[in-house]
């Protein structure tokens, strides 16, 4: 999917402190999957760069791509000593072996070819470098909440269908598209890639609705680059 239509209102959505889940989730997140700062960190799919400043104030050094050319403006205008270039996920404009950690933080449900993503994630990292992930849980994504507050899944979990939503809240607008994976694709993504699963998640922060304490609404993981 392309961000471009909706930057600006993607722009001011997630600059605006506690708005979305990211400030309940972001947490668990860099504490629990995401490794300690060490050469060079790629925040794949990085948007306004909120990721990335929260990579960097933990003191990661970190490059930022996004297909978005409005998004990857707002995001050197606020982190002028960054660096952030447009470029696709699914072809990395980097060598092999560039980074020891990719980060990925609600990216890859948007990529047209998740296999070619999480394959060029694996091409630009080192050997003994890491993939973290965070992700809409692929359950989520399936269902919704009834009247009842009953979890229902009307189609199926089991196939990659597309999605496209609104989402209106205190008077921002967002308009969601992109893909519905279950958890196989990911998996089978990462082995296809020689990538081992190394941390999974399913965090349920306080502070969240109670039915999302009932069904996970993020799953995030790590995955090791195997060698020396």
Same mark, same amino acid.
């Given at each position: 999917?392309?961000?471009?239509?909706?930057?600006?209102?993607?722009?001011?959505?997630?600059?605006?402190?506690?708005? $979305?889940?990211?400030? /309940?989730?972001?947490?668990?997140?860099?504490?629990?999957? &995401?490794?300690?700062?060490?050469? *060079?960190?790629?925040? *794949?799919?990085?948007?306004?760069?909120? +990721?990335?400043? $929260?990579?960097?104030?933990?003191? /990661?050094? &970190? &490059?930022?791509?996004?297909?978005?050319?409005?998004?990857?403006? /707002?995001? =050197?205008?606020?982190?002028?000593?960054? =660096?952030?270039?447009?470029?696709?996920?699914?072809?990395?404009? %980097?060598?092999?072996?560039? %980074? $020891?950690? +990719? &980060?990925?933080?609600?990216?890859?449900?948007?990529?047209?070819?998740?296999?070619?993503?999480?394959?060029?994630?694996? =091409?630009? *990292?080192?050997?003994?470098?890491?993939?973290?992930?965070?992700?809409?849980?692929?359950?989520? $994504?399936?269902?919704?909440?009834?009247?009842?507050?009953?979890?229902?899944?009307?189609?199926?979990? *089991?196939?990659?269908?597309?999605?496209?939503?609104?989402?209106?809240?205190?008077?921002?607008?967002?308009?969601?598209?992109?893909?519905? /994976?279950?958890?196989?694709?990911?998996?089978?993504?990462?082995?296809?890639?020689?990538?081992?699963?190394?941390?999974?998640?399913?965090?349920?922060?306080?502070? +969240?609705?109670?039915?999302?304490? =009932?069904?996970?609404?993020?799953?995030?993981?790590?995955?090791?680059?195997?060698?020396?």
């Amino acid at each position: 999917m392309s961000w471009e239509p909706e930057a600006e209102n993607w722009l001011r959505w997630a600059r605006t402190p506690g708005h $979305d889940p990211y400030w /309940h989730y972001r947490d668990s997140f860099f504490g629990s999957i &995401v490794p300690p700062p060490a050469k *060079l960190t790629l925040d *794949l799919g990085t948007g306004e760069g909120r +990721v990335a400043r $929260d990579l960097a104030q933990r003191g /990661h050094r &970190v &490059v930022g791509i996004d297909s978005s050319r409005t998004l990857v403006r /707002h995001a =050197r205008e606020a982190d002028a000593g960054g =660096r952030y270039l447009v470029a696709a996920a699914e072809a990395l404009p %980097f060598e092999n072996g560039r %980074f $020891d950690l +990719v &980060v990925a933080y609600n990216a890859l449900m948007d990529v047209e070819d998740l296999d070619a993503a999480v394959r060029e994630a694996a =091409r630009v *990292l080192e050997p003994g470098g890491r993939l973290c992930v965070s992700v809409t849980h692929p359950l989520a $994504d399936a269902g919704r909440f009834a009247q009842d507050e009953a979890f229902v899944i009307e189609g199926s979990y *089991l196939e990659r269908s597309r999605f496209e939503g609104a989402d209106e809240r205190n008077g921002l607008v967002m308009t969601w598209r992109g893909w519905n /994976h279950p958890l196989s694709d990911y998996t089978n993504a990462l082995e296809a890639a020689d990538l081992l699963l190394e941390s999974l998640g399913e965090p349920a922060p306080a502070g +969240v609705s109670e039915r999302w304490r =009932r069904v996970p609404m993020f799953l995030q993981f790590r995955a090791l680059k195997p060698g020396c």
